[in-house]
């Protein structure tokens, strides 16, 4: 008999349930109890749903208030100084201030948060421990033994989830730079620690996350992984299952298999050329855990094919007995349930499947591969009709996207001229003073803007009052940026909801769902678009706006779309094309909206770009295909343009220096980034002289708009002579560093007045 298992299950509740107590307790509307009590109510939900689904081993511990990377180093007592603990169990407000700092509104008086930074590849952020060079570690709390009680109280045995020690520490940093596996000898006594008291309360399955033997891992670490589980092999301790997700182990094999663990668990979704050779090396008595349904996206599992896999496995290892069927990865990456998806196009309802469901699906491919197809048939049957729909859908595949795809050339990714010549045509046709002045695209999305967006979506107000209501914030946006004096305008993205849904909703092939949240951090959470189909652009989306906004004032008003990886990566992606095509059809439909905006009379089109960096995949070897794709579908949107029209790009969350010759053959004509906080260090990827140096024009931000101080023009004029420094005069832009939608007016005016007369005094000096 084989087990259906879970890695780990969304935390924020069917309806965000923990957003909002979150919130609630954060406002002073929620006790501390209430917030333990709210979360405890979660738990217990997920675990009954998951018992009721027919999964065996439940995760526990997959649960954290904020972060399970935060939950980790307050287990094991790496706390910075200065958050007000005190040895002992780590209370609610120091995890909290850990999390998101403390200081109310002046961010510069209070504790900062720790930092924070993308989990793998997804789109889940966790906080980076922060380890002195001789850091002490001590269990505080045996926090995930607590939650084995809890569920236990429930007659429930769960299988307890804890982040391994090596992916602990090569996620954590260190104040002076040191290794942080340095201190493995220091970590283990914990971990030790907490399996022996797991065990010792009749807990048989730990997991163990690893997701660093996804990652291209240096010697040392494969040393540190052998003796952390060697270490811990000879203590007691429940039976250990070694997870690792998100791409194949590949190379790390040989170290992921030499472990004394009882268990393996496979990402088969993205690793599938791992099954062959675990099949082959595996020890007699080590269960393999087949993650066989995929984790990271929101597509109905082809249970045929599973079951295939799980039956090869099964025959290799003698039968099911040791075999265990699971998601890829925990789902923490889906949706919770898609039975609340009411709105959802009935056509599409059929090929989706969010937590609940591939819960539901890990069980049937278990019992299928226990007691043989028939006892699943009908569960097969519904997902061959899904799997066939989706195939012969013609709103799936086009023929005319398709068509349009295989016309696509190389010449229609070049610009006539390089750069150099492009420039002296673009100024010909819009001088411009030197170090022009302009902003990233989005200002202040009000209360009143969004007020009037939600009264729109509820059916209080027709479609002409609210473009009436744009209209007019557009109309004083654009006299507001003329009386401050900005060189270049924009129209200030008042019409948008969000970068990527506000064009989704206007493309073909693109689904929205009602709840399909996933947490992004903390209480934040995302509701990505899904791409089900072929990409297609059936009228204008932005065209009307631009013009509008161009309409108004004689000085220059740039363009303003959302790139084509962005959208990719900011989605749910359909699984049955390459992610290449997808994104090559998302930038022929952006192309189509580059040339009419050119027509339209627009002299610059900026095309942002803000997730480009965060498609890079996980191992090194990867990376090339990836950028040449990447820039490949850029510069396939961007390049139908005149030399005389400036495409400009954005990338805010970026560091550049490992991928910026590539940013360079984006071949745009202007590019700002995000360096105020930096000052100006993240600059010195573009500077330099030679083939190295980037050729074309960039703003660095010169104003930090994460935080609501208003900077001074003195500060600012400082940041751009340091910028001066490294760039040549006619390269450098003046803009913030990021678009100024969550910002009030009262901060946008005077800083954006500081910043044009930072630029006036510059151009006094230079
Ligand atoms: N143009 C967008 C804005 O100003 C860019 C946002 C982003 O980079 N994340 O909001
Ligand atoms: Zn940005």
Redesign the pocket.
Known sequence: MSIATSLGFPRIGRRRELKSALEAHWAGELSEAGLQEAARLLRAESHSLQQGLGIGHIPSNDFALYDHVLDTACMVGAIPPGYGWRGGEVTLPTYFALARGTGGGDAAAGLPALEMTKWFDTNYHYLVPRLAAGQHFAVTANRPLALFREALARHRRTRPVVLGPVSFLLLAKTDDGSDPLDLLDRLLPCYAQVLAELAAEGCAWVQMDEPVLALDLAPKARAALRHAYETLARGATPRLLLASYFAPIADNLPTALALPVAGLHLDLVRGRDDLAPVLAAIGPATWLSLGLVDGRNVWRADLRAALATAREAARALGGSERLMIAPSCSLLHVPVDLAQEDRLDPAIRPWLAFATQKLAEVATIARGLDEGEGAIAEALEVSDAALRTRRDSARVHRTDVAARLLGATPEMERRPAPHAARRARQRQRLPLPAFPTT????LPQTSGVRRTRAALARGEIGAVEYDEAIATWTEDAIRLQERIGLDVL?HG?FE?ND?VKYFGEQLDGFAFTRHGWVQSYGSRCVAPPIIWGDVARPRPMTVRWARHAQSLTARPVKG?L?GPVTMLQWSFVRDDLPRETVCRQIALALRDEVADLEAAGLAII?V?E?AFREGLPLRTADREAYLRWALSCFRLATAVVRDDTAIHT????AEFQDIMPAIATMDADAISIETARSRMELLEAFAGHGPSAYPAEIGPGVWDIHSPRIPPEEEILALLRLARRKLADDQLWVNPD????TRNWREVIPALENLVGAARRLRAEA
Do not use: A, F, N, W
Request: with cysteine.
């Open positions: 902003t990233i695209g989005s924009v993205e948008r970068m303003m959302t900026q942002d803000p954005h990338m805010c969350y990021c678009g100024l939608k």
